[in-house]
């Protein structure tokens, strides 16, 4: 159960999408600010238990999340299910802290960051986990969507 929890709590990180048009204004530093955003909201609704609203506003339609130790979760359903399942698991404290991002062009961002995670089941004492995380976002209508999402613990197993 904590290989799950903790392989769980490593998806919750990260994220991944792809569009099918690709926007063209570009701002420097405009996914910075609005990766920030997300990360904020993720944390929130993952605190909120609200897996549906997690992945509908911070995934891509087609969005990969890669957690350790399980098959790549491939689109929102799949993902919704997967976070569902986690934040069924107890209550959720998850802070993410981005470190670095990229944006090479107007419509792909790279950010790498870590993560600080405590999962507290109904019966039982809180399973912490911490960690680290790679996002490739990609900009579509105006919005940045993670697209891809791969994260593992450092924590010793």
């Not at 934040?87 to 790279?110: E, F, H, K, R, W």
């Amino acid at each position: 159960m904590k290989r799950f929890i903790l392989a769980t709590a490593a998806a919750i990180l990260t994220a991944c999408s792809s569009s099918p048009r690709i926007s063209s204004d570009y701002s420097p530093g405009d996914a910075e600010n609005a990766i920030a955003r997300a990360n904020a909201d993720f944390a929130a609704n993952a605190r909120a238990g609200n897996a549906q609203t997690l992945v509908t506003n911070f995934y891509a339609p087609d969005a990969v999340v890669m957690a350790p130790n399980v098959p790549a979760f491939r689109g929102r359903d799949a993902i919704s299910a997967f976070w569902t399942a986690f934040l069924a698991s107890g209550a959720v404290d998850l802070a993410l802290t981005s470190t670095n991002v990229t944006q090479p062009s107007s419509d792909v961002a790279i950010e790498t960051g870590r993560y600080d995670l405590s999962l507290r089941p109904a019966s039982g004492q809180a399973i912490k986990d911490a960690g680290k995380y790679v996002v490739v976002w990609k900009k579509s209508n105006g919005r940045w969507w993670a697209a891809e999402d791969i994260f593992n613990s450092d924590m010793p197993k």
